[in-house]
């Protein structure tokens, strides 16, 4: 009977002592880096490609190194190549919210390390999911059939593009197994010209033909939301054609300008092709915890799905999507595998939320305890924090948006619905239409703004115009820094005018 | 200029006093839970379905709470239903690894909360993800043009099957760019009867008919590795009938009994037949860091893309699979996307390692920022500290292997190349070859030993027979686990012995 042979390298990987030592080490650093965040430049300080390679050896060490130098090494390597998504300052693309409680949630999940792809393999897990997806449905206000309790359900997916992904496979199977396999040429799905391009890149992954993707266009008259009428057309001229109008893609709160389409309106047009109808609230869903914007929602009982994300505005670490479905066994019909080796106790495939396997609920069949993290936001917070953070982003916003209107030399170009300020530079002097003169101007405003470290911004393009996006949500981000912003802002827009009437 | 209104519930969710508190409160749990997490019964006690549910309120609550309210009730409601996947005796499945490092790096990853999806988003996250995946590329003996640095390139996705999933579009892209669309129908993918079964799914969620799914028995000449002949033999009658071979998955460690697909053979198939051709060696792919079992990847320049998953057996915690691919720009071609407000300094879509947009490289827009969890793990431990992880529990499955072949009431079903024994009661007294008594006996075997909590093994079934595994790779497992675990089994087999022999 041999015994395990003594060696140097010998680690002990979760030696209680060294991990809290490790573990510490790396808390003081983080409460370090919140505390100086806002010193930082906002957007990556060093932006040219290939600096971090060079920096860095070859090949991984042969032997193992302290944790104070692996740590010294991220601040002085790897802190100055990284935009701080986390600044206060930070209003690109759309918040990524860290926080005290979902950071504390992620711990759990990672230090538990468990692995809730059945039922068995932790049934806490997933009966924790069942019940904080049940929580956040009731928080946005979302009908019945949408939650366990009421014969829908949900899962907690990695991202919007995963939960796109399962459920085009889920209606293409449920169209398929009707039709036959080789129709798959004949699906169509439908879009506006502001879904994210990532709904594209889900149906061409799901085996939709290129051509048969629909982007529909939108216009200012309905704030960039799909009409049912413009719908109607196209869905009609792809039946004459013989075709099968498969999955409609409705977002409340688009990523460009934070449009919303009419979920009702089009909801009836997909029960009339019986379409699936999918809602995508992936960053103004959490608003929806609010009363005043559950009307967003109204007529989800007419969808098939819904996700959101509470990786974005909800104070939950990255990565966290909450799907839900009305009818779990279209979802898990599409995705489930059943091998030997995972047959257990727990494993009924009945979709009930009492011993479901989640494996069948996503792509993939390992998935992290992501319930935990959403569970302690929830407990942490609870609905009226949550309901303060999201509230005070849109109040500083609401106060941009009135600054910046009642500023001759800007314009809103889309009115705020949620905390996303859409506007642009358009001064009253020689050359206010000229949209060459005013694109060029908004692109040295933005590279003005985001250069300086202050701040960092992104723009969109609708109807030919430059629009820069100011998306306040950042967990540290207070009325006093969108205050800041704006003044920045006015600064940086004096250069760029000066310097355009001096050329002019 | 209004500011912001004083609110009691306003959160404050990154303040660095309360961030350190509830962090430090949760380190100081899970350091409690590493110290007792032998005490606790492996396989979770509380198998009711329904029970955390009924435990738990039917809502969110309205009020924040305590961290160590939150803690109290993961220690009282959620443990006593989470099967402990960190546990030494968890030898199911395949193990999960914890560690002190992997667990630093998730803090890094959580804590930082950057979104590296385009290069400008965070140029040292996606430039340290190229570093770590030749890194771990070298270690793992891979040729140079699966390498940044040799033309190829890697990404850190989430899972196997992700991996799979994009490689799969990316073939099948590469070949309906050729053949058109509607070729769909024709494509064929082949994989062996102890290839992992989410092949399957991933080759149904990018639409290959089920029909054209060819799953290749083996049998234990082979050691249940697939032949080339096998695999000739299918893709000729296929291409007799006018369909096209798509895609080729072989497996170093397969998920059942650990077999070995011959990487070389296969992939000399493939080549002649334009197949793409996928090498996924998700568990055993760590074992490759040791010389000794680099063989087991030799012709890995014929495949296309090689994926292992360090979230397994190499000390990362979950999530966090390697894929290797040795043309970029296929992968890329089927999974881009090119949004207006994506584009930003750094985005050049030549796939070139210095300014990569890794969000075309993945399903998902969003991503985590693995590579420093990774990163972590390698400059913690050093390539020799988890060589000798690696290797101590390879000495421990062989000296179980030992134990099992020297007692006479035992049999090992599969010679062992990695760390996974597959073994089954097979005593010398009437009935030895009566497969329904053995099938009874060893599941009797397998429940006695779950059932007392000590350890926690899965079976599998092969040529009719039921197999216990013994998957040794727990993070905190060394050779008195398995010892023990030898102890256990040969008390229980004791006892069924006893009452078949009774019975019978």
């Known amino acids: 009977m041999g015994s395990l042979p003594l060696d140097a390298s010998y680690v002990r990987p979760l030696n209680p002592e060294a991990f809290s030592g490790d573990s510490r080490a790396v808390i003081d650093f983080l409460a370090e880096y919140y505390r100086d965040v806002d010193k930082y430049p906002v957007r990556a300080a060093d932006l040219e490609p290939g600096r971090l390679r060079k920096l860095l ?22 802190l100055p190549g990284l935009t701080h998504w986390q600044s206060p300052s930070f209003f690109a693309f759309f918040p990524m919210n860290a926080s005290a409680a979902g950071f504390a949630g992620e711990m759990l999940s990672a230090g538990l390390n ?64 009707r039709l036959g396999h080789d129709n798959i040429m004949k699906m169509v799905v439908y879009a506006s010209d502001q879904t994210h391009t990532t709904f594209q890149k ?10 048969n993707f629909r982007v529909i266009q939108t216009s200012s008259a309905s704030g960039y939301g799909l009409t049912a009428d413009a719908v109607r057309a196209v869905v009609d001229r792809d039946v004459a054609r013989g075709l099968v109008p498969l999955y409609l893609c ?18 009836e047009v997909a029960r009339r092709h019986g379409m699936w109808l999918h809602v995508d609230a992936a960053y103004a869903g959490s608003a929806a915890i609010c009363p005043e914007f559950q009307g967003y929602l109204d007529g989800a009982e007419l969808a098939d799905s819904v996700s959101m994300n509470p990786h974005k505005w909800f ?5 966290c999507c909450c799907l839900w479905v009305a009818n779990p ?7 489930s595998t059943d091998p030997e080796y995972l047959k257990n106790v727990g494993t009924n495939g009945t979709g009930k939320p009492a011993a479901i396997d ?106 030919g115009k430059f629009v820069i996006r100011l998306a306040v949500g950042g967990a540290m981000t207070e009325m006093r820094h969108v205050m800041d912003v704006w003044e920045l ?6 250069d760029v005018i000066h310097r355009y009437q001096l050329e002019g």
């Not at 059945?118 to 069942?130: I, K, M, Q």
């Open 57 to 78: 050896p070859e090949a991984a060490p042969e032997h193992g190194e302290p944790m104070e130098d692996v740590l010294e090494d991220v601040r002085r390597d790897i």
């Open 114 to 177: 468990v692995v809730p792809f059945v039922w068995a393999a932790s049934p806490a897990a997933a009966e924790l999911e069942t019940v904080v997806v049940d929580w956040m449905g009731r928080l946005l206000g979302l009908p019945q059939r949408l939650l366990f309790s009421g014969g829908g359900g949900g899962v907690l997916q990695g991202s919007t593009c995963e939960a796109v992904v399962c459920t085009l496979a889920a209606a293409r199977d449920r169209a398929l197994g």
């Open 202 to 211: 889900g149906a061409r992954l799901v085996g939709i033909p290129p051509s």
């Open 250 to 267: 409705a977002t409340v709160g688009t990523t460009g300008l934070g449009a919303v389409d009419p979920v009702r309106e089009l909801g």
């Open 315 to 319: 104070l939950t670490n990255t990565d």
């Open 329 to 335: 066994l279209e979802l898990t019909s599409a995705l």
């Open 358 to 463: 989640y494996k069948d609920w996503q792509i993939s069949l390992s998935r992290r305890f992501r319930a935990i993290k959403l569970w302690v936001v929830l407990r942490r917070y609870g609905a009226g924090g949550l309901r303060a953070h999201i509230r005070q982003h849109v109040t500083a916003a609401k106060w941009f948006e009135r600054a910046v209107a009642a500023d001759e030399r800007f314009e809103v170009v889309v009115p705020r619905k949620f905390s996303l300020v859409c506007f642009r530079l358009r001064p009253r002097f020689a050359g206010e239409d000229d949209e060459t003169t005013l694109d060029g101007m908004n692109r040295e405003l933005l590279a003005a703004v985001n250069a300086s470290g202050q701040a960092f911004m992104t723009h969109f393009v609708v109807d």
């Open 489 to 494: 802002l006015q600064g940086k827009a004096d």
